[in-house]
């Protein structure tokens, strides 16, 4: 299984569905035949084929020392795009669903003296694999999970295992009662590393306090795009996207979506999120003056690769490795 390709999806077996918190389950999805999984590290996650047409991406929450069963938990959302609903309501114990390979745009840089983890309600599921990690490892690190209520937080049980390294802060749905972000964060200290993930509002809340914070100390993974006001596109024009294995010259107009453009024109493509936050469908490029829109790629990956999902060229021409 571990030379199983990214692209290629693996049928697991929903072994376990457990109510962990107000509106969230866990899911725990094995092997039908009690193989190992290919292994994942710590702030990975999957992509889960929810129904035909439906892809969804969940953070492996367990231990990424398991090799027999990824765990993933999902908050039910009504007012989300209907992944989550889907999940609670198809999903049931015994069913088979297809998922990818593991992908982490969020794992945990080495060399960190501490590791300061924060997590805003569902945000604890890439941190609490990364409280596992640290824990085995021996490592200095502190894991601060705030919620609306007790009844909200997902797996405590597991997480009192972790000991004096977790701290709970619950506000009653008031900010302004939880845990005092900016007063925690305001002094970095020396070698220490920051984590952090949950909704919007908890997520401009981290950043802004974590502005002045030396540079790749601070790390973090979105959900959903955030709602700051949005980058400015530098391309508003056309440009031609080229498939470097055939030729194929393919005209992308001003204001197209790339990805669209290039499943129109018969390239297989996979997308999901369409939001530059997943991953499903970055691609490599040859040549081109690219336009970043994404979440997730570092200046270094930006150099070879982009999201076409939110990305595009600067105009003139842009040469795909497809």
Request: net charge negative; proline share 6%.
């Amino acid at each position: 299984m571990s030379t199983t390709p990214e692209s290629a999806p693996i049928e697991l077996l929903v072994r376990q569905i457990r109510a962990e918190a107000a509106g969230i389950n866990a899911y725990e999805l094995v092997e039908p035949d009690g193989r190992p999984l290919p292994p994942f590290t710590a702030g990975a996650h999957i992509d889960v084929h929810v129904a035909p047409g439906l892809v969804r991406q969940y953070s492996l929450c367990n231990d990424p020392a398991e090799r027999h069963r990824y765990v993933i938990a999902v908050l039910r959302d009504e007012g989300g795009r209907g992944g989550s609903r889907a999940v609670h309501e198809r999903l049931r114990v015994r069913d088979r669903v297809a998922v990818s390979a593991p992908r982490n745009h969020f794992a945990l840089a080495g060399g960190a003296r501490k590791v300061v983890l924060l997590a805003g309600g569902i945000g604890v599921t890439p941190l609490k694999a990364m409280a596992h990690r640290l824990q085995a490892d021996g490592a200095d690190f502190e894991l601060h999970y705030c919620a609306k209520a007790p009844d909200c937080a997902a797996f405590c049980e597991e997480l009192s295992e972790l000991g004096g390294h977790v701290h709970y802060h619950f506000d009653g749905g008031n900010p302004a009662n939880g845990l005092d972000i900016a007063g925690m964060l305001a002094q970095p200290a020396a070698g220490t590393h920051l984590y952090y993930c949950g909704p919007g509002g908890f997520m401009k809340a981290c950043g802004d306090a974590s502005a002045h914070w030396p540079a790749g100390t601070v790390h973090c993974e979105h959900f959903k795009a955030p709602t700051v006001p949005a980058r400015a596109a530098v391309a508003t024009g056309g440009y031609i996207a080229q498939i470097a294995g055939t030729g194929q010259e393919i005209m992308v107009g001003a204001g197209q979506n790339l990805a669209e453009a290039l499943q129109s024109a018969g390239i297989a493509l996979e997308t999901s999120c369409q939001s530059g936050l997943c991953g499903t469908c970055k691609v490599r490029y040859v040549s081109g003056e690219v336009d970043h829109q994404d979440y997730i790629l570092d200046e270094a990956q930006r150099q070879s690769f982009l999201t076409p999902c939110v990305s595009r060229a600067c105009g003139g021409r842009l040469v795909l490795d497809l």
